[in-house]
């Protein structure tokens, strides 16, 4: 082991060595997290646009059944201003509005439905992204303390054998300075 004392303090060889692997392990976790943060903002981007394209559906198919809807009353009001009599003009109502509560019951619960798949789509995907998030943490979480555990092992041992070099020479100056007569 290189020891120097001064202003050159020199770091021993294997505490330099394990301060290098503690870098190079520091730089692959962070590289990790990172690499895991753009995955998982992409993973969620991917969920926003496949919600933002059910809503843009479901918007759509909105937009549809009104239009349907208005084109009915115009096909109505067509019919009913062609009306020869008030009686065929109270049965043209009759027949509309008849024909209406039913379309919009259909229409309310086909919205129902695809709303409710919607929900329960997004619901189901967002809670499949937060596991695979949870085991990513998790697994870093795992390899932080892993290396964590190692570079304790490391400064353990390159201690212990630092303190032992530091006996011996201790030990070695000791049995110098006790024999006068043996040589430097």
Known sequence: ?????GPDLELPAEMRAIAEKNVAQARQAFETLFQNARESVGDTEG????VRTGIKDLRQKAIGLMEANVEASFDFLH???AAKSPQEM????????SSQMKSVAEQAKSLGVDAK??????VRSLDEHAR??????KTLAAAATES??????DFKAASEKAIRDAKAAAEH???????PNQSH
Not at 1 to 5: A, E
Not at 47 to 50: G, M, T, V, Y
Not at 148 to 153: C, S, V
Request: net charge negative.
């Open 79 to 81: 019919r009913l201003v």
């Open 117 to 122: 798949s919607l929900g329960e789509t997004t």
């Open 132 to 137: 695979t998030l949870a085991e990513r943490l």
């Open 173 to 179: 100056a000791a049995s110098t300075v006790s024999d």
């Open 148 to 153: 964590a555990q190692a570079t304790a092992q």
């Open 1 to 5: 082991m290189t020891t120097k004392f």
């Open 90 to 97: 109270m049965s043209l109502q009759a027949e509309f509005l």
């Open 47 to 50: 969920h926003f646009e496949d």
